[in-house]
């Protein structure tokens, strides 16, 4: 399954290659773009073409413009006209997922390709740590061991009886509420601790540190855990959190997975090969908004948009993609107004205010925590609800306890690009195994299963586990570089995704792991989001996405 499925990949890698034009990178780094990429561009426009030298510029350009999925990658998923079908595997076993067992045997079955595929690799020597102290591993990924620290150890955080993960997150102030991520992490943690031992015999004890989400103090605690904590690998949460220490902890050399941010810059195996994405991409994000105007307003193009925007790197991100789409979609987008507003704000009341007067057709949220359900409220107070053609809230405020529930019939009818992730407090999903396998064990914990954030913890804390399942059944057993060879090529079914959404890494050349979304319309009434049309699923079309701080782009 996972050599076809690689092969599928790949294909539709060089396909959105070949129709890269309308790539989502960040409009901050056009200019830079061009010139960086302009004598070669030059060349090949002045010489004879081959297929070869389209091939090249082409993969050129997708450099350039990295981070998301095209707007042609994304429209041709949309309307079904996408020519990278999957193959099936006649051959593979078929697993239950209407129950728990049998998603325990999938993953089992999975946990299995990836062991053998990757002990085959490095048993040939193609894989592992080179006598040049190269890490490599699938397509072409390596990381340098040369330019560690001195005193670095691949089993450094690995006691006898404990695995140390370090972890930055925001526990307190206006996204307090992600807090319960951790929480519910750490309930999933403690399963596998009391059902299995932990792995390999030795316990997953999180090292858990409240940032607040102020990037100064991500960096202090950082500091601390690599310093001082014995920490095996690191996990943070937040935009301008991780921007902050993921140069360090590349320098570092420690394991830093499936960060908590849609941002590009997680999709960087290259300058960044110990950093591993999770979540779907902010700028893909913003393109399927794009894409859902074009789709869903015919009658009513151009549009008027506006966004309201949290003022850091997260909620830039979001302004910059968007900011994008529209410059390159005239036809779609008439005005964009992008109004920021202070993370640490108590209210949004001005903001939104200035965003009513532009009286736009289009609102779109690209903000966080608390902020996502104060937007929702002053939507409907400030008159402009009523007004609206279509509201969207962003898909990191998805969660209906969190931010849908507390706003009651306000939210009613806003939409969302909700990356594939089901909530666990969801009526249509409340029967499912896993979700109720999942509430079982919150409310042993002594945690409450209606915070679907708590759940979360577990939409994080699964690939972590699956990961170094993986990583302790190689060649060497349990250590850094192992677990970087596991989570480079992880390829798992998530029973928090919904069907039709991927979850797949693929070393240097798919650095993001999940590329699909549904489109969703929530009920307040049902208190339950409805999925409209069908999933978007781009699994190994974006490509990686090397940031530019400076520039604010790919």
């Known amino acids: 399954m996972g050599f076809r499925r690689k092969i ?126 190269i890490l490599r591993g699938p397509a072409g990924f390596e990381a340098d061991l040369n330019n560690c620290p001195g005193d670095w150890s691949d089993t450094n955080g690995l006691l006898d009886d404990e695995i140390r993960v370090g972890m930055t997150t925001v526990m307190s102030g206006n ?152 410059e390159n979609n005239p036809d779609v987008v008439a005005e964009y107004l992008p109004v920021r507003h202070d993370p640490a704000a108590p209210t949004l009341t001005n903001e939104v205010t200035t965003i009513a007067a532009f009286d736009p057709d289009v609102f779109i949220s690209m903000t966080a925590g608390n902020p996502c359900l104060l937007a929702i409220q002053e939507v409907e107070a400030s008159g402009l609800l009523e007004r609206l053609s279509a509201a969207f809230t962003p898909s990191v405020c998805k969660a209906i306890a969190a931010y849908m529930a507390p706003a009651g019939m306000a939210a009613d009818s806003w939409w969302v690009v909700g990356g594939g992730v089901k909530d666990s407090t969801d009526p249509q999903y409340a029967s499912e195994p896993f979700i109720a396998f999942l509430n079982e064990t919150l409310e042993a914990g002594g945690l409450d299963p209606s915070i679907s954030l708590l759940a979360t913890g577990y939409f994080f804390a699964y690939p972590w586990t699956e990961t170094l399942r993986v990583a302790n059944e190689l060649p060497g057993g349990m250590s850094r570089t192992n677990v970087m060879l596991a989570a480079r090529s992880i390829d798992i079914y998530h029973p ?42 781009g699994n190994g079309g974006s490509p990686n996405c090397p940031w530019d701080k400076e520039n604010g782009g790919c």
């Open 8 to 133: 599928l990949r790949l294909l539709a890698v060089l396909f959105a290659f070949a129709m890269v034009a309308a790539a989502c990178g960040g409009s901050d780094s056009d200019d830079d773009s061009s010139s960086s990429s302009g004598s070669d561009t030059a060349a090949a426009s002045s010489s004879d073409s081959s297929d070869s030298d389209d091939a090249d510029e082409a993969a050129e350009e997708e450099e350039d413009e990295g981070g998301g999925l095209s707007q042609d990658a994304i429209e041709k998923a949309v309307s079904g006209d996408d020519d990278a079908e999957e193959e099936v595997d006649e051959d593979a076993p078929t697993f239950d997922r209407s129950t728990l067992d049998g998603i325990w045997e999938e993953a089992a079955y999975n946990r299995q390709l990836m062991i053998d595929e990757i002990t085959e690799k490095m048993d040939a020597g193609e894989w592992g740590v080179g006598d040049d102290n």
């Open 175 to 326: 996204l307090a509420a992600y807090g319960n991520i951790a929480y519910g992490w750490e309930n999933y943690w403690d399963w596998i601790n009391d059902e299995f031992g932990g792995i390999g015999g030795r316990k997953l004890k999180m090292i858990i540190k409240d940032d607040g989400y102020v990037a100064a103090q991500t960096i202090e605690f950082v500091d601390e855990l690599i310093e001082s904590a014995n920490i095996f690998a690191l996990h943070g949460l937040g935009s301008p959190n991780g921007l902050a220490v993921y140069d360090k902890i590349n320098e570092e050399c420690v394991p830093h997975l499936f960060y908590a941010s849609g941002h590009p810059a997680w999709g960087d195996p290259v300058k960044h090969p110990w950093t591993t994405s999770h979540q779907m991409s902010y700028l893909t994000e913003a393109v399927l908004w794009g894409t859902w105007i074009k789709t869903n307003l015919p009658d009513e193009l151009p549009v008027k948009v506006a966004g309201l925007v949290m003022d850091n790197d997260f909620g830039l991100a979001y302004e910059k993609g968007f900011e994008y789409y529209a």
């Open 496 to 537: 928090l995704m919904m069907d039709g959404v991927a979850y797949e890494l693929d070393g240097a050349a798919d650095a993001f792991a999940i590329e699909g979304s549904d489109f969703s319309k929530f009920d307040a009434v049902g208190q339950t989001w409805n999925i409209v049309g069908d999933i978007v699923d």
